[in-house]
Every structure is written in C-alpha cells, then in structure tokens.
C-alpha cells in the first residue's frame, strides 16, 4: 500500500506513511487518510521514509492537509524525507509551514 495511515487511541495522533512515490496518484487514499480526524489539537505525522519520489501536486495535498490541521488546531510533522524530497520543500519552503524532521 503506497500510503498507510493510523490513529491512536485517543484520536489525537495520527501516523500517515506514505511509500514509494507521493504524486497525484495517491490524491484519494491521502486525503482518506485524515480527513475524517477532527479532534481539536491532532498531531499529524507524515512520515516520508519509505517514499523516493514527491511532485507539486504532493505538496498542494500537503497545502489541504495544512489547511484540515488549522481548522482543528492540530499540528503537522513531516518526518525523515529523503535528500531529494527534502530539497523539494526547501525550494516551496514548507519549513516555514510546518515541521520538518531529519
């Protein structure tokens, strides 16, 4: 499965992994993947280890998972992006938008 998702207990955290490659092809399963959290204060954790490639259209379903997160407080984290991925955020400066871990 190219992206995987779950959610803790107390509907508070939620680990989205995504593998392999992060494009449009995957616009329904990662918007599946959050959208029905809408507890105030969720963290979401994006967890990019496992994916070797992420195109423009990645970052604008990042931009509507953004947008889900402010509507209910929450947070995102992006967690341990490859070299090549890590340069596509830094060109869109998605570190002034949320967390980015190494």
């Known amino acids: 499965m190219p992206i995987v998702s779950s959610t803790s207990s107390n509907s508070k955290d939620v680990l989205i992994t995504v593998s392999d490659r992060f494009d ?29 490639y992420m ?17 209910i407080k929450g947070k995102i984290i992006i967690e341990r992006p490859n070299d090549s991925i890590n340069k596509v955020l830094e060109i869109a400066q998605f570190h002034h938008l949320m967390e980015i871990v190494r």
Do not use: I, V, W
């Not at 918007?31 to 994916?51: H, Q």
């Not at 990042?62 to 997160?69: D, M, P, W």
């Open 24 to 52: 449009f092809s995957q616009y329904k399963l990662f918007r599946e993947s959050y959208c029905e959290c809408n507890t105030p204060r969720t963290e979401f954790r994006l967890d990019l280890s496992s994916a070797n």
């Open 55 to 71: 195109d423009s259209s990645a970052l604008g379903m990042l931009l509507l998972l953004k947008e889900h997160a402010d509507k």
